[in-house]
Protein backbone atom coordinates (compact mmCIF):
# COMPACT_ATOMS: atom_id res chain seq x y z
CA UNK A 1 0.00 0.00 0.00
CA UNK A 2 0.96 3.53 -1.09
CA UNK A 3 0.19 6.42 1.00
CA UNK A 4 -1.29 9.16 -1.47
CA UNK A 5 -2.78 11.49 1.02
CA UNK A 6 -1.23 14.69 1.41
CA UNK A 7 -0.34 15.04 5.00
CA UNK A 8 -0.44 19.02 6.66
CA UNK A 9 2.84 20.47 7.14
CA UNK A 10 3.97 20.98 10.93
CA UNK A 11 4.12 24.57 11.99
CA UNK A 12 4.91 27.02 14.51
CA UNK A 13 4.29 30.80 14.98
CA UNK A 14 6.56 33.95 15.71
CA UNK A 15 5.77 37.27 16.61
CA UNK A 16 7.39 40.17 18.16
CA UNK A 17 6.17 43.10 19.67
CA UNK A 18 6.87 46.59 21.26
CA UNK A 19 7.30 46.32 24.92
CA UNK A 20 4.87 48.52 25.54
CA UNK A 21 2.19 46.13 23.76
CA UNK A 22 -0.01 44.33 25.77
CA UNK A 23 0.27 40.46 26.11
CA UNK A 24 -3.68 40.15 24.89
CA UNK A 25 -2.56 42.44 21.98
CA UNK A 26 0.01 39.77 20.99
CA UNK A 27 -2.53 36.91 21.63
CA UNK A 28 -4.69 38.78 18.98
CA UNK A 29 -2.25 38.98 16.47
CA UNK A 30 -0.97 34.93 17.31
CA UNK A 31 -4.68 34.19 16.76
CA UNK A 32 -5.37 35.50 13.47
CA UNK A 33 -1.56 34.82 12.19
CA UNK A 34 -2.69 30.65 13.44
CA UNK A 35 -6.61 31.23 11.38
CA UNK A 36 -4.14 32.36 8.70
CA UNK A 37 -1.71 29.31 8.58
CA UNK A 38 -4.93 26.68 8.99
CA UNK A 39 -5.97 28.01 5.33
CA UNK A 40 -3.23 26.76 4.35
CA UNK A 41 -3.48 23.17 5.88
CA UNK A 42 -0.62 23.86 8.81
CA UNK A 43 -1.08 22.42 12.10
CA UNK A 44 0.81 24.71 14.67
CA UNK A 45 2.77 23.08 16.97
CA UNK A 46 3.82 26.08 19.10
CA UNK A 47 3.74 30.10 19.44
CA UNK A 48 6.55 31.98 20.29
CA UNK A 49 7.04 35.36 20.92
CA UNK A 50 9.58 38.27 22.15
CA UNK A 51 8.78 41.62 23.58
CA UNK A 52 11.50 43.82 21.50
CA UNK A 53 11.13 47.61 20.29
CA UNK A 54 13.21 46.58 17.11
CA UNK A 55 13.50 43.08 15.18
CA UNK A 56 17.32 41.65 15.20
CA UNK A 57 18.49 42.47 11.68
CA UNK A 58 19.97 39.52 11.34
CA UNK A 59 17.26 36.89 12.27
CA UNK A 60 14.47 38.87 13.19
CA UNK A 61 14.32 37.69 17.07
CA UNK A 62 17.14 37.82 19.48
CA UNK A 63 19.81 34.71 19.90
CA UNK A 64 18.42 33.01 22.57
CA UNK A 65 14.84 33.32 21.23
CA UNK A 66 16.08 31.82 17.73
CA UNK A 67 17.90 28.67 19.54
CA UNK A 68 14.74 28.17 21.72
CA UNK A 69 12.83 27.70 18.34
CA UNK A 70 15.44 25.79 16.89
CA UNK A 71 15.28 23.18 19.77
CA UNK A 72 11.46 22.64 19.30
CA UNK A 73 11.34 22.75 15.55
CA UNK A 74 14.05 19.61 16.10
CA UNK A 75 12.05 18.27 18.90
CA UNK A 76 8.71 18.36 16.96
CA UNK A 77 9.42 17.57 13.59
CA UNK A 78 8.48 21.15 12.20
CA UNK A 79 8.25 21.59 8.57
CA UNK A 80 7.12 25.42 8.39
CA UNK A 81 8.26 28.53 10.90
CA UNK A 82 5.85 31.16 10.46
CA UNK A 83 6.61 35.27 11.27
CA UNK A 84 3.84 37.74 11.71
CA UNK A 85 5.72 40.37 10.18
CA UNK A 86 7.82 40.88 6.44
CA UNK A 87 11.08 39.56 6.47
CA UNK A 88 14.10 41.22 4.78
CA UNK A 89 15.79 38.85 2.33
CA UNK A 90 19.04 38.40 4.51
CA UNK A 91 16.63 37.75 7.57
CA UNK A 92 15.12 35.35 5.35
CA UNK A 93 18.06 33.62 3.97
CA UNK A 94 19.39 33.37 7.53
CA UNK A 95 16.85 31.93 9.08
CA UNK A 96 16.52 28.80 6.54
CA UNK A 97 20.05 28.57 7.32
CA UNK A 98 19.79 28.42 10.82
CA UNK A 99 16.24 26.27 10.98
CA UNK A 100 16.37 24.36 8.12
CA UNK A 101 12.75 24.36 7.35
CA UNK A 102 10.61 26.72 4.94
CA UNK A 103 9.98 30.05 6.12
CA UNK A 104 6.78 32.38 5.52
CA UNK A 105 6.44 35.65 6.44
CA UNK A 106 3.15 37.57 6.66
CA UNK A 107 3.24 38.82 2.97
CA UNK A 108 3.86 35.31 1.14
CA UNK A 109 1.48 33.66 3.56
CA UNK A 110 -1.17 36.10 2.32
CA UNK A 111 0.12 35.49 -1.23
CA UNK A 112 -0.32 32.02 -1.13
CA UNK A 113 -3.33 32.01 0.43
CA UNK A 114 -5.14 34.67 -2.41
CA UNK A 115 -3.17 32.38 -4.80
CA UNK A 116 -5.64 29.05 -3.36
CA UNK A 117 -8.22 31.69 -3.54
CA UNK A 118 -8.36 33.11 -7.12
CA UNK A 119 -10.65 31.34 -9.72
CA UNK A 120 -11.02 34.22 -12.24
CA UNK A 121 -8.03 34.70 -14.94
CA UNK A 122 -7.79 38.41 -13.31
CA UNK A 123 -7.45 37.71 -9.92
CA UNK A 124 -4.50 35.08 -11.00
CA UNK A 125 -3.19 37.47 -12.70
CA UNK A 126 -2.75 39.54 -9.86
CA UNK A 127 -1.50 37.42 -7.42
CA UNK A 128 0.64 35.95 -9.61
CA UNK A 129 2.06 40.03 -9.99
CA UNK A 130 2.51 40.12 -6.64
CA UNK A 131 4.60 36.84 -6.09
CA UNK A 132 6.76 37.96 -8.92
CA UNK A 133 7.29 41.66 -7.30
CA UNK A 134 7.69 40.13 -3.83
CA UNK A 135 10.48 37.47 -4.92
CA UNK A 136 12.84 39.57 -7.71
CA UNK A 137 14.19 41.96 -4.26
CA UNK A 138 15.05 38.22 -2.26
CA UNK A 139 16.74 36.62 -5.59
CA UNK A 140 19.92 38.40 -5.20
CA UNK A 141 20.42 37.12 -1.41
CA UNK A 142 17.99 34.49 -1.64
CA UNK A 143 19.94 32.03 -4.27
CA UNK A 144 23.61 33.11 -3.68
CA UNK A 145 24.30 29.73 -4.00
CA UNK A 146 24.38 29.92 -7.73
CA UNK A 147 27.86 31.05 -7.59
CA UNK A 148 29.05 29.14 -10.76
CA UNK A 149 29.47 31.15 -13.65
CA UNK A 150 27.40 31.29 -17.03
CA UNK A 151 28.88 31.51 -19.97
CA UNK A 152 30.02 29.97 -23.36
CA UNK A 153 28.89 29.27 -26.95
CA UNK A 154 24.66 29.88 -27.10
CA UNK A 155 23.98 31.31 -23.67
CA UNK A 156 21.67 33.41 -23.32
CA UNK A 157 23.79 36.74 -21.56
CA UNK A 158 27.20 35.70 -22.76
CA UNK A 159 30.20 34.30 -21.01
CA UNK A 160 30.56 35.59 -17.20
CA UNK A 161 26.84 36.19 -16.60
CA UNK A 162 25.48 34.71 -13.56
CA UNK A 163 22.96 32.23 -13.29
CA UNK A 164 21.14 35.04 -10.73
CA UNK A 165 21.29 37.49 -13.54
CA UNK A 166 19.54 34.87 -15.73
CA UNK A 167 16.58 34.36 -13.01
CA UNK A 168 16.35 38.17 -12.36
CA UNK A 169 15.79 39.12 -15.93
CA UNK A 170 13.37 35.62 -16.15
CA UNK A 171 11.06 37.54 -13.50
CA UNK A 172 11.40 40.88 -14.37
CA UNK A 173 10.17 39.75 -18.07
CA UNK A 174 7.36 37.94 -16.12
CA UNK A 175 6.31 40.67 -14.27
CA UNK A 176 6.51 42.85 -17.76
CA UNK A 177 3.70 40.53 -19.34
CA UNK A 178 1.36 40.19 -16.43
CA UNK A 179 0.86 43.92 -16.15
CA UNK A 180 0.37 44.07 -19.67
CA UNK A 181 -1.87 41.51 -19.18
CA UNK A 182 -3.97 43.51 -16.48
CA UNK A 183 -3.69 46.62 -18.54
CA UNK A 184 -5.83 44.71 -21.57
CA UNK A 185 -8.23 43.01 -18.28
CA UNK A 186 -8.52 46.58 -16.59
CA UNK A 187 -9.73 48.00 -20.17
CA UNK A 188 -12.14 45.39 -20.46
CA UNK A 189 -13.56 45.37 -17.26
CA UNK A 190 -13.64 49.80 -17.41
CA UNK A 191 -15.76 48.84 -20.49
CA UNK A 192 -18.24 46.72 -18.31
CA UNK A 193 -18.32 49.32 -15.81
CA UNK A 194 -19.56 51.76 -18.39
CA UNK A 195 -22.05 49.64 -19.51
CA UNK A 196 -23.68 49.70 -16.53
CA UNK A 197 -24.23 53.67 -16.46
CA UNK A 198 -27.58 55.17 -15.08
CA UNK A 199 -27.41 53.04 -11.84
CA UNK A 200 -26.21 53.60 -8.19
CA UNK A 201 -23.33 51.10 -7.24
CA UNK A 202 -23.12 49.38 -4.05
CA UNK A 203 -19.93 47.46 -2.55
CA UNK A 204 -19.59 45.10 0.48
CA UNK A 205 -16.02 45.95 2.31
CA UNK A 206 -14.90 44.90 5.52
CA UNK A 207 -12.56 42.59 7.35
CA UNK A 208 -11.54 39.34 5.95
CA UNK A 209 -14.13 36.72 7.02
CA UNK A 210 -16.75 39.64 8.48
CA UNK A 211 -19.61 38.22 6.86
CA UNK A 212 -19.48 39.89 3.26
CA UNK A 213 -20.27 37.19 0.91
CA UNK A 214 -23.37 35.57 3.70
CA UNK A 215 -24.62 39.27 2.95
CA UNK A 216 -24.36 39.50 -0.61
CA UNK A 217 -25.90 35.98 -1.08
CA UNK A 218 -28.98 37.36 1.41
CA UNK A 219 -29.45 40.57 -0.34
CA UNK A 220 -29.09 39.45 -3.89
CA UNK A 221 -30.80 36.27 -3.54
CA UNK A 222 -28.42 34.12 -5.49
CA UNK A 223 -26.00 31.67 -4.45
CA UNK A 224 -22.71 32.89 -3.57
CA UNK A 225 -19.88 31.19 -1.94
CA UNK A 226 -19.78 31.87 1.39
CA UNK A 227 -17.85 30.28 4.22
CA UNK A 228 -16.27 30.50 7.62
CA UNK A 229 -12.37 31.33 6.47
CA UNK A 230 -10.12 33.83 5.46
CA UNK A 231 -10.11 35.76 2.14
CA UNK A 232 -13.26 33.02 0.76
CA UNK A 233 -13.30 35.99 -1.30
CA UNK A 234 -10.72 36.98 -3.80
CA UNK A 235 -12.31 37.53 -6.72
CA UNK A 236 -14.99 40.63 -7.13
CA UNK A 237 -18.71 39.31 -7.69
CA UNK A 238 -21.27 41.89 -8.82
CA UNK A 239 -25.12 41.34 -8.64
CA UNK A 240 -28.22 43.30 -9.39
CA UNK A 241 -30.09 43.91 -6.59
CA UNK A 242 -33.90 45.52 -6.86
CA UNK A 243 -35.39 46.95 -3.16
CA UNK A 244 -38.23 48.30 -3.25
CA UNK A 245 -38.71 48.31 -7.57
CA UNK A 246 -35.54 50.24 -6.77
CA UNK A 247 -31.96 48.35 -8.87
CA UNK A 248 -28.50 49.01 -7.74
CA UNK A 249 -25.81 46.99 -8.49
CA UNK A 250 -24.43 44.99 -5.53
CA UNK A 251 -20.34 43.67 -5.63
CA UNK A 252 -18.63 41.56 -3.52
CA UNK A 253 -14.86 42.49 -3.07
CA UNK A 254 -11.71 40.93 -1.55
CA UNK A 255 -11.29 40.93 2.54
CA UNK A 256 -8.42 43.58 4.11
CA UNK A 257 -6.56 42.66 7.07
CA UNK A 258 -3.67 43.70 9.38
CA UNK A 259 -0.65 44.40 7.29
CA UNK A 260 -1.72 43.39 3.50
CA UNK A 261 1.01 43.55 1.60
CA UNK A 262 1.49 46.49 0.17
CA UNK A 263 2.21 44.15 -3.56
CA UNK A 264 -1.23 42.53 -3.10
CA UNK A 265 -2.96 46.21 -3.02
CA UNK A 266 -1.10 47.47 -6.02
CA UNK A 267 -2.15 44.70 -8.23
CA UNK A 268 -5.39 44.48 -7.12
CA UNK A 269 -6.35 48.08 -7.35
CA UNK A 270 -8.47 46.76 -10.67
CA UNK A 271 -10.62 44.63 -8.41
CA UNK A 272 -10.98 47.49 -5.73
CA UNK A 273 -12.18 49.83 -8.66
CA UNK A 274 -15.56 48.19 -7.86
CA UNK A 275 -14.50 50.33 -4.60
CA UNK A 276 -13.33 53.19 -5.63
CA UNK A 277 -16.20 53.65 -8.21
CA UNK A 278 -18.80 52.96 -6.02
CA UNK A 279 -21.44 55.26 -4.79
CA UNK A 280 -22.24 53.43 -1.17
CA UNK A 281 -20.08 50.94 0.50
CA UNK A 282 -21.21 48.55 2.72
CA UNK A 283 -18.49 48.66 5.74
CA UNK A 284 -19.52 44.90 7.18
CA UNK A 285 -17.70 44.34 11.02
CA UNK A 286 -17.68 41.10 12.57
CA UNK A 287 -18.97 42.46 16.10
CA UNK A 288 -18.28 39.13 17.54
CA UNK A 289 -14.49 39.86 16.98
CA UNK A 290 -12.77 41.28 20.58
CA UNK A 291 -10.50 43.17 17.97
CA UNK A 292 -13.82 44.80 15.87
CA UNK A 293 -12.63 48.77 16.42
CA UNK A 294 -8.71 47.66 15.13
CA UNK A 295 -10.62 45.91 12.01
CA UNK A 296 -12.58 48.80 11.64
CA UNK A 297 -9.38 51.29 11.89
CA UNK A 298 -7.69 48.55 9.65
CA UNK A 299 -10.53 48.72 6.82
CA UNK A 300 -10.85 52.64 6.87
CA UNK A 301 -7.34 52.90 6.20
CA UNK A 302 -7.08 50.76 3.50
CA UNK A 303 -9.83 52.62 2.08
CA UNK A 304 -7.94 55.86 2.62
CA UNK A 305 -5.36 54.15 0.78
CA UNK A 306 -7.20 53.47 -2.27
CA UNK A 307 -8.83 56.92 -2.39
CA UNK A 308 -12.58 55.75 -0.83
CA UNK A 309 -12.10 57.36 2.43
CA UNK A 310 -14.92 59.97 1.28
CA UNK A 311 -17.81 57.77 -0.23
CA UNK A 312 -20.97 57.24 1.31
CA UNK A 313 -20.58 54.34 4.06
CA UNK A 314 -22.78 52.22 5.95
CA UNK A 315 -21.47 50.32 8.92
CA UNK A 316 -23.21 46.81 9.16
CA UNK A 317 -22.54 45.45 12.84
CA UNK A 318 -22.45 41.56 11.94
CA UNK A 319 -22.96 38.29 14.01
CA UNK A 320 -24.93 39.95 16.53
CA UNK A 321 -26.36 36.85 17.37
CA UNK A 322 -23.13 36.08 19.20
CA UNK A 323 -22.93 38.42 21.64
CA UNK A 324 -23.49 38.15 25.17
CA UNK A 325 -24.37 41.85 25.62
CA UNK A 326 -26.09 44.36 23.32
CA UNK A 327 -23.31 46.24 20.81
CA UNK A 328 -23.73 50.20 22.34
CA UNK A 329 -20.40 51.73 20.49
CA UNK A 330 -20.96 51.97 16.91
CA UNK A 331 -19.27 55.24 16.28
CA UNK A 332 -20.34 58.06 14.18
CA UNK A 333 -21.91 57.91 10.89
CA UNK A 334 -24.65 55.71 9.37
CA UNK A 335 -25.20 52.05 10.98
CA UNK A 336 -26.99 49.09 11.85
CA UNK A 337 -26.42 46.09 13.53
CA UNK A 338 -27.84 42.28 11.97
CA UNK A 339 -26.92 38.86 12.02
CA UNK A 340 -26.71 37.32 8.71
CA UNK A 341 -26.81 34.28 9.78
CA UNK A 342 -30.50 34.54 11.50
CA UNK A 343 -31.70 36.82 9.67
CA UNK A 344 -31.82 39.37 12.31
CA UNK A 345 -32.07 43.31 11.22
CA UNK A 346 -31.94 42.50 7.71
CA UNK A 347 -35.07 44.26 6.97
CA UNK A 348 -34.24 47.12 8.45
CA UNK A 349 -30.44 47.07 6.51
CA UNK A 350 -32.62 47.20 3.39
CA UNK A 351 -34.73 49.91 4.31
CA UNK A 352 -31.81 51.46 5.01
CA UNK A 353 -30.13 51.24 2.14
CA UNK A 354 -32.90 52.08 -0.45
CA UNK A 355 -33.46 55.12 1.16
CA UNK A 356 -29.38 55.59 0.68
CA UNK A 357 -29.89 54.99 -2.81
CA UNK A 358 -32.74 57.05 -3.87
CA UNK A 359 -30.36 59.86 -2.28
CA UNK A 360 -27.68 59.00 -4.76
CA UNK A 361 -30.38 58.54 -7.32
CA UNK A 362 -31.83 61.95 -7.04
CA UNK A 363 -28.11 64.17 -6.49
CA UNK A 364 -26.03 61.82 -8.74
CA UNK A 365 -28.46 60.49 -11.43
CA UNK A 366 -30.80 63.63 -12.03
CA UNK A 367 -31.85 62.70 -15.51
CA UNK A 368 -32.45 59.60 -14.93
CA UNK A 369 -35.89 59.22 -14.44
CA UNK A 370 -36.97 55.66 -12.78
CA UNK A 371 -41.16 56.18 -11.96
CA UNK A 372 -40.17 54.83 -8.62
CA UNK A 373 -37.35 57.20 -6.99
CA UNK A 374 -39.48 60.20 -7.56
Known amino acids: MIETAKKNARGILVAIGSKSESDERLQEMM ?24 PDPKTFVGK ?4 EINTFCKMEKVDVVVFDDDLSPSQLRNLERELKVKIY ?3 LLILDIFLKRAKTAQAKTQ ?35 KEIETDRRAIRDQINVLK ?36 MK ?86 GEIGAGEITTIKVFNKIDRLEEELTATGNGLSIKISAKTGGG ?20 PNYMHPEVY
Open 346 to 365: IPELRALLTEEVKKVHMKIY
Open 127 to 161: VELARFQYLLPRLTRMWTHLERQRGGTGTRGGAGE
Open 64 to 67: GKLE
Open 218 to 303: LMSKEKVYAKDELFATVDSTVRKVVLNNLPFLLSDTVGFIRKLPHSLIESFKSTLAEVMEADILLHVIDASNPSYEDHIRVVDETL
Open 180 to 215: KKLEKIEKQSQTQRKSRGGIVRVALVGYTNAGKSTL
Open 31 to 54: DELEFLSQTLQIEIQGKFTQKLEH
Open 105 to 107: DRS
